[in-house]
């Protein structure tokens, strides 16, 4: 009778010792996916910053309204962000007059919930080429 006590005890607290274990690494892989979907929504955001710089960038007669362009749609996409992006700038542009414009930006990102072992802050830089169709 004790011994069968003993190994349902036993039992039991295998059982909860099991559960914490597998707990605790389903909560380090759920923080790990939180941290893997903002750096994924940010380098999206990026590449969109990207290509609006290079567009309006694109749309202008001179290097000077260019660059004024590109800093100018940079400001527009800092607006709406959600937090996490601590910095968006532009990093270069490359103008060719009646050609193409190539346009470079930035970002650091902040993770939410920095994983250790992970970091906890990220920099992007995206690209994006459009022809000049100023005259």
């Known amino acids: 009778m004790q011994d069968d006590r003993r190994r349902k005890r036993r039992k039991r607290g295998s059982q909860m010792i099991e559960a914490v274990a597998v707990g605790t690494i389903i909560i380090v892989i759920a923080m790990a996916l939180i941290d893997l979907i903002v750096m994924v929504l940010a380098n999206g955001v990026n590449d969109g910053a990207a290509k609006n710089a290079a567009r309006a960038a694109a749309s202008q007669s001179s290097l000077a309204k260019a660059v004024e362009a590109a800093q100018n749609s940079l400001k527009e996409n800092k607006k709406g962000n959600a ?15 009646k050609q193409t414009v190539s346009a470079t930006t930035k970002m650091h ?8 072992g992970i970091g906890a802050s990220y920099t992007f830089l995206a690209q994006a080429t459009e022809p000049v169709v100023a005259h």
């Open 83 to 97: 937090g996490f992006i601590t910095e968006l700038s532009l990093k270069s542009l490359d103008y060719v007059p």
């Open 109 to 116: 990102v902040s993770l939410p919930i920095p994983v250790p």
